[in-house]
Structure formats: structure tokens, C-alpha cells
């Protein structure tokens, strides 16, 4: 693991990584997806203690798959946790297909700037010593050994060190983006916290602020 230069957020594994037996119980889960085929699909599942403190506890990160052929999946990884809501992006006939397989999808709130503006501070270590986001080592399950092949992030937590801003002569400009490339595992993180968290004014058409699922929709 080895950042780079112009890296978006000051992730630190020393810091930010922590194992499944030192997790503290959680009292919600969530869900995140980033739709993909030939570039990854991305589901995590989320954990929050009663701090609300946030836990990737598990991830499928999977390419050239399609969504009916991970739903499966995404109830096998929940292992019957009670959901209190799965936030996706905002490809409808990849939420429709989840709906059919009876998960229910929120739509995420997509604002970049705001959402990193938001994951920057739940990383950011507080008095307490602790950030309010962990990833749990090891948590991906189904290793995708193309995307190994090439060389390209195989979780979440291997995207964080290419997930840079573009160079500028001038430094870095106020309306600049990060380079769009092996990020799906980012964007997925920035959906969670937005949902958990807020983000600000909302958006219209899009519900990110935090609401349980009934139970006959909790899968």
C-alpha cells in the first residue's frame, strides 16, 4: 500500500484499517452500490456503532458480472442483517433488477465535491484518537483475479492511493474533480456518507436523508 502525490483523501492503513474481531457491536447496516460491468460493481455493507461510527465490514467488487447474477450475492454477503436501507446509484434498470430480487434501492446523492467534503471529515482522527469511518481488513469477498491480472484496484481499500486529483500547473482549482478512473469503491463510500450523513441542502428528486426500511423490505 503506497499513497501517491495529490491523493484525495489522507487515508492511512495504520489507521483506517481494523480487523473483524476488534469491530464493536453495530446497531444499523447499510448498503452501498456503484453499478458496473466491464469496470467493477460495487456492493458494500456498512455497520454503525452507537457512536455512528461507520464499518465496511464486507464488499463484493466484481466486474463483468451482471446485477442478476450478483443479487444473489448481495443477500449471501448481508448473511440476514437487518437493512436499514441500501443506497445505489442512479441506473434505473439496474435498481430494477434489485427490486425484482427484493432489495430496495434509495437513490444516492451524487454530489462529488460536498460528498468528499463529507468522507474527508469521517476520516479525520478526532480527540478521541479515532476517525468515524473504518474499513475492515479483508473484507471483499469473491477476489476478482481479472482484475488482478491487469493490475487494476481488487476492493475498496486499493483504490484509495490512485484516487488523486488531476495535475495543475497552478495547483489545484476550485471547481476540479478527482481523475475518474478506478474509483467505484470511492464512490460508493461518498453515497454511504452522504446517506448517513446528510450532506447538506438536499437535492431535488433525491431522498439522502436517513430513514428505516419497513421490515417486510429489510433484505
Given at each position: 500500500w503506497v499513497g501517491r502525490a495529490g491523493q484525495v483523501y489522507e487515508f492511512d492503513p495504520a489507521i483506517h484499517l481494523i480487523d473483524a474481531a476488534a469491530v464493536p457491536p453495530l446497531v444499523r447496516h447499510y448498503r452501498a452500490i456503484d453499478f458496473g460491468y466491464s469496470n467493477p460493481f460495487?456492493?458494500?455493507?456498512?455497520?454503525?456503532?452507537?457512536d455512528g461510527r461507520l464499518y465496511l465490514v464486507r464488499e463484493l467488487y466484481q466486474s463483468q458480472r451482471t446485477v442478476n447474477a450478483l443479487a444473489p450475492l448481495i443477500d449471501d454477503m448481508t448473511g440476514?442483517?437487518?437493512?436499514t436501507a441500501t443506497v445505489a446509484d442512479h441506473d434505473a434498470e439496474d435498481r430494477a433488477t434489485l427490486d425484482e430480487h427484493g432489495i430496495v434501492t434509495v437513490a444516492a446523492d451524487k454530489r462529488v465535491k460536498t460528498g468528499i467534503d463529507a468522507v474527508t471529515e469521517r476520516l479525520r482522527v478526532r480527540g478521541d484518537g479515532k476517525p468515524r469511518l473504518y474499513i475492515v481488513r479483508d473484507c471483499t469477498v469473491n477476489y476478482d483475479d481479472r482484475l488482478a491480472a491487469e493490475r487494476r484496484p481488487t476492493s475498496?481499500?486499493?483504490?484509495?492511493?490512485?484516487?488523486?486529483?488531476?495535475d495543475t500547473k497552478a495547483g489545484r482549482a476550485a471547481d476540479e474533480l478527482p481523475v475518474k478512473s478506478d474509483d467505484h469503491g470511492m464512490d460508493a463510500v461518498r453515497y454511504m456518507v452522504m446517506y448517513v450523513d446528510g450532506g447538506g441542502p438536499p437535492v431535488a428528486g433525491v431522498s439522502h436523508v436517513r430513514r428505516d426500511l419497513s421490515p417486510s423490505r429489510r433484505r
Open positions: 460495487v456492493c458494500q455493507l456498512w455497520g454503525e456503532d452507537s440476514g442483517r437487518g437493512i475498496t481499500e486499493k483504490e484509495f492511493p490512485g484516487y488523486v486529483w488531476p
